[in-house]
């Protein structure tokens, strides 16, 4: 069976009647419309029609970005079909996954997307190593001051106040209290 998915933004002048109407011409027996932003996975109508995806369905849409704006997303979608046994045709980009040539386009997308991920991780693991010789750290900022940190190391310590008791004093989660009580992180003096 052929189900089709239309989707447009949420904004008010927007309907999916072009898209409806290119999946009835393309076969798509059952159509699921949808109003939400494509970048987002809180869509009830994609999910409807996820659920009811059966081997040897066909999911089409009229466009790529139809179904999804990342291309991660849509890889992560595609795979799922193609898990489930069923098929993915796209009308405008004509992607079409039951036939040999369509798999193969979609491989091409993958690698280019996997190549896209490396590159960016690439030069993401760069900008760290010019923060970290230039004395930057990331992460997120300690709550606790220095000396903070050191005034709750003493006083659990000294036995002056529990782990618990001076989680809730500095306003902090007790697992923070553990790793500076532990020196897994030493106080800042």
């Known amino acids: 069976m052929h189900i089709g998915y239309a989707r447009v933004s949420k904004q008010q ?8 109407q290119a999946l009835r011409k ?14 987002r996975w809180d869509r009830p109508e994609l999910h409807k029609l996820l659920g009811n995806l059966r081997p040897g369905d066909v999911l089409v ?7 999804s704006r990342s291309l991660k997303d849509l890889l992560h979608l595609l795979d799922g079909l193609n898990t489930r046994g069923a098929g ?4 405008t980009e004509q992607i079409d996954t039951t036939t040999p040539a369509g798999r193969m386009m979609l491989q091409m997308i993958g690698a280019f ?3 896209e991920r490396e590159m960016i991780r690439e030069r993401t693991n760069a900008g760290l190593a010019v923060a970290r010789s230039e004395g930057r750290v990331g992460g997120r900022r300690s709550k606790l001051t220095q000396q903070q940190q050191a005034e709750l190391v003493r006083g659990v310590r000294e036995e002056r106040y529990t782990q618990a008791e001076a989680a809730r004093l500095f ?5 923070t209290v553990s790793r500076l009580v532990a020196g897994r992180r030493p106080p800042l003096m």
Do not use: C, M, N
């Open 26 to 39: 393309a076969g798509a027996e059952r159509i699921y419309e949808e109003h939400a932003s494509g970048g």
């Open 113 to 115: 997307a996997e190549f």
């Open 171 to 175: 306003g902090v989660h007790p697992a």
């Open 61 to 67: 849409v009229w466009k790529l970005d139809r179904l």
């Open 88 to 91: 993915f045709q796209s009308l």
């Open 13 to 20: 002048d927007q309907d999916t009647a072009t898209q409806v």
